[in-house]
């Protein structure tokens, strides 16, 4: 009996880290945003974004209007990491919590940031879109050690 337990627990946890390692079709409408944001491209940004759009940075409570003034030309090159924490995705609503880490580079320097991020996408017209975005950025040195960022 102790047997059957113990396989149908390692068999459920099995299942739960399984899709912590998956990324949803949703979360590349995540991925597009910071690439359009690291390019400094309005217009594509606008177009991840529903017309309710919320970021919730740190504390601020942004809209897309707000994160393009801070989207400015520079030499820095932002390359960006994710690691999947979980998601639910339904059909037209998915919540997604994962890790984000960027990279800044810049000629001979290089620092990396680390995010705890949750967001809520939609799918409006056939696209996912993102209607909320919350956003923690991690003190130095307080990133979790056993998270694995992929590009």
Not at 110 to 123: P, R
Request: without cysteine.
């Amino acid at each position: 009996m102790r047997n059957i337990v113990f396989t149908l627990m390692l068999f459920v946890l099995t299942i739960g880290n399984a899709q912590a390692q998956e990324k949803p079709e949703a979360f590349k409408t995540i991925e597009n945003l910071l690439n359009y944001l690291s390019d400094v491209d309005h217009e594509h940004m606008r177009g991840t974004v529903t017309e309710s759009f919320l970021l919730l940075e740190h504390g601020e409570v942004w809209t897309i209007e707000d994160l393009i003034k801070v989207a400015k030309p520079s030499d820095t090159v932002r390359t960006n990491y994710f690691s999947i924490i979980d998601f639910d995705e339904k059909p037209d609503l998915v919540t997604i919590n994962y890790w984000n880490k960027a990279n800044f580079a810049k000629k001979n320097e290089s620092q990396d940031v680390y995010w705890l991020e949750s967001a809520i996408l939609k799918k409006v017209k056939g696209k996912w879109l993102i209607s909320q975005l919350h956003s923690t950025r991690l003190p130095s040195g307080k990133v979790p050690e056993n998270v694995v960022f992929k590009p």
